[in-house]
């Protein structure tokens, strides 16, 4: 058995943390790997166990899922989020949801209640209201720093990033538009992410789950890496993998996918297919890591940013949570 979570990647420097902050994430790490071990524990599946512990995360304010999530452009809150169990290859996901308190819960519903794999936009919340999922008001998902970065992303003029300091993006419309689309690469504040589970159950089962609020200051219904299953968020019978970062690179390279495809088709260690995943989003420009777990219970959490908010819970219960580099 094993579980891993991570709560985002990018620009996390020990110089910019206090420790009182550095106590609340830590604390809200903490508290979610605890709920999705008890399942674990108790007999449960990694699906369970994934989706518990992301909706713990979305819970907790501090990180950009669920409550706490990062402004649009015109002040929406809109969230993206997946769920995959790789035992079955079934997937569920939602994109730009709006006052829902625990998207990786819809995303859930998704993949046990339509044919579908992906709701997006007003459908998504019209299935979410069809299906009784209790809407909760903006008030709910308010919070003031991701206000305040959301008016100095605007003042710069640049879609930012919840963490990362990776070169801007610079394809397609994005390169074209002169109105504040094209990403820019002035640091940014805050650093503080999405979040994500990976698990193996008693029975070698595999789940994965991701869940966002995307980027500050993004615009006309932006999609990232988290609910594109392959991109940000993929399970199969090899492996377990959700990713954090700059979705766009996430989408360009199918990260998620490609950890498993190097175990696969390489036959590669899950360490081994997982650096070289995230060595190949370097080649690209991409920022960011993933946290990945294989049919064994091995875990690994690879990142190429400054830091990532991450933690792995072994059989026995000892904890691990780690912020920046270790080495
Ligand atoms: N990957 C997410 C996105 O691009 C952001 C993040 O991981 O912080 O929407």
Not at 21 to 27: A, S
Not at 169 to 187: F, H, I, R, T, W
Not at 232 to 255: I, N, P, R
Not at 261 to 285: F, G, H, P
Request: aromatic share 6%; hydrophobic share 40%; glycine share 12%.
């Amino acid at each position: 058995m094993a579980l891993a979570i991570h709560g985002g990647a990018g620009t996390i420097l020990r110089s910019q943390m206090t420790p009182d902050l550095e106590r609340e994430y830590r604390g809200g790490l903490e508290t979610a790997l605890k709920a999705g071990w008890a399942i674990l524990e108790s007999g449960g599946s990694s699906l369970d166990a994934v989706e518990r512990a992301v909706i713990s995360l979305e819970d907790f304010p501090l990180f950009n899922a669920g409550r706490g999530s990062v402004f649009t452009h015109a002040g929406e809150q809109e969230m993206d989020a997946a769920i995959m169990d790789g035992n079955n290859l079934r997937a569920g996901a939602v994109a730009f949801v709006k006052n829902i308190k625990n998207p990786v819960g819809l995303a859930r519903l998704v993949m046990e209640r339509t044919e579908h794999v992906l709701l997006a936009g007003e459908g998504a919340n019209q299935f979410a209201e069809q299906i009784g999922v209790k809407a909760e008001p903006d008030e709910y998902f308010f919070t003031e720093h991701r206000w305040l970065q959301l008016q100095e992303a605007i003042a710069e003029g640049r879609v930012q990033l919840d963490h990362a300091n990776s070169p801007p993006y610079e394809g397609g419309v994005a390169a074209a538009s002169a109105d504040g689309v094209v990403l820019s690469d002035a640091p940014p504040r805050k650093p503080i992410g999405t979040v994500g589970a990976v698990a193996c159950d008693k029975n070698g089962h595999l789940a994965a789950a991701t869940s966002t609020g995307g980027m500050t200051n993004k615009k006309f219904g932006r999609i990232g890496d988290t609910a594109i299953i392959g991109s940000g968020t993929y399970a199969d019978q090899t492996c377990a993998v959700s990713c954090t970062g700059h979705g766009e690179y996430f989408m360009l390279a199918a990260t998620a996918f490609d950890v498993a495809a190097r175990m696969k088709y390489k036959s590669l260690s899950l360490e081994a297919a997982a650096q070289e995943a995230v060595d190949y989003l370097t080649t690209i420009n991409g920022e960011g890591g993933l946290i990945a777990v294989d049919t064994s219970g091995k875990v690994t959490l690879p990142f190429n940013s400054d830091g990532m908010y991450r933690g792995s819970i072994a059989p026995g219960g000892a904890i691990e949570i780690e912020i920046y580099k270790t080495q």
